[in-house]
């Protein structure tokens, strides 16, 4: 129950809540939304999502703030990249009123499970978007399943707003050039999985990977993106293996309304040494700052301090504030759905 759930201890995982919404796709249109309590799926063994990999996913939070209001962040944007990922992949596109419909829905459904505000917790939405249709052949479903759960999390880090020892790892690709990296799909965070695994078994919060082609430039961790401070600069890579980050896209805008210049460029491992702090952005952190990054095939440490920057906790402090009610949303960032 969440009556007697302790929100201050939870941690990022999985906990059981009273509904979640799903819509089926079939016969070349979407269907009406559907409320369900089960937590399975019905899924036939031939379905595409589990041997060709049609799957798609996205995270957004649900906040309950200081007025009493509960609000979601940019959903019209985590819409967007759903549909780029659907033509990547060749998914049928969610529509953007259907998803943000869905995210209103199972939110106000599992109300009860929205964390209170200031426990450091928030109600994490997880939709996801699978192919159905029975086949063997390397072709796209005909049918699909689109379907949205909830549920509470802590923290992505245990410390929360805390420095991490970031590790270069050289050996493990994330995701080719030109390949899925700028999608939400599975089969990305598949890929990081084992270097995840070797950067927390020699005792680091999470891997950093260079980019697959010349393993030269800063790319992504697994499942981040990466930004650095210098010079009044907020500097952030580009790259066409990605995926682009809504957390990092509204940092950039934040940056700029602080008077930062903002540079999205490649970025030499090297320059590392010139940065005066450094992140990691996204959905379930929002920044991770990072104290130092190693490169264990060089020797070289690249070190950002113990404490989070000023800036750093300048644009988290901004950011969550935004998303929590607190600081004027001149951007129109936010959307109420429970008064």
């Known amino acids: 129950m969440s009556e007697q759930m302790d929100w201050s201890s939870l941690g990022f995982g999985y906990h059981k809540t009273d509904y979640n919404v799903r819509c089926y796709f079939r016969d070349g249109k979407w269907?009406?939304?559907e409320t369900c309590s089960e937590e399975t799926i019905p899924l036939h063994m031939a379905a595409t999502c589990l041997h060709y990999?049609?799957?798609a996913f996205e995270g957004l939070k649900a906040y309950r703030c200081p007025d009493g209001k509960v609000r979601v962040f940019r959903m019209d944007e985590n819409a967007a990249r759903l549909q780029s990922t659907c033509r990547g992949i060749l998914m049928p596109e969610v529509p953007t009123?259907?998803?943000?419909?869905?995210?209103?829905k199972v939110?106000?459904?599992n109300e009860r499970f929205i964390p209170p505000y200031e426990t450091g917790a928030t109600l994490?939405?997880?939709?996801?978007?699978?192919?159905t249709s029975a086949q063997v052949g390397v072709h796209p479903a005909s049918e699909y399943l689109f379907l949205m759960f909830v549920t509470p999390v802590g923290p992505y880090f245990?410390?929360?707003?805390?420095?991490?020892?970031?590790?270069?790892i050289r050996e493990h690709d994330r995701s080719a050039p030109l390949g899925t990296g700028i999608y939400k799909v599975g089969g990305n965070y598949a890929a990081s999985l084992l270097a995840n695994k070797k950067a927390h078994d020699l005792g680091y919060a999470c891997e950093f990977y260079l980019d697959a082609k010349e393993?030269?430039?800063?790319?992504?961790?697994?499942?981040?993106?990466f930004f650095g401070i210098k010079n009044n600069t907020y500097v952030t890579p580009l790259s066409t293996s990605i995926l682009p980050s809504i957390t990092n896209k509204s940092l950039m805008q934040l940056a700029e309304?602080?008077?930062?210049?903002v540079e999205r460029r490649q970025i030499p491992e090297e320059e590392l040494e010139t940065f005066e702090e450094a992140g990691a952005c996204g959905t379930a952190a929002v920044i991770s700052p990072i104290s130092y990054i190693d490169d264990l095939e060089t020797g070289k440490r690249y070190d950002f301090g113990e404490k989070p920057g000023p800036i750093s906790e300048k644009l988290y402090t901004h950011l969550r504030n935004i998303q929590y009610g607190i600081d004027e949303d001149v951007h129109g960032w936010t959307t109420v759905v429970i008064e």
């Open 158 to 168: 245990k410390g929360g707003f805390a420095s991490n020892p970031y590790v270069i």
């Open 97 to 104: 009123e259907l998803f943000e419909e869905m995210v209103k």
């Open 215 to 225: 393993k030269k430039y800063m790319d992504e961790c697994g499942a981040a993106n």
């Open 31 to 33: 269907g009406e939304i």
């Open 124 to 131: 994490y939405v997880r939709p996801l978007l699978i192919g």
């Open 107 to 109: 939110v106000r459904l």
């Open 53 to 55: 990999g049609q799957e």
């Open 257 to 261: 309304d602080f008077g930062l210049k």
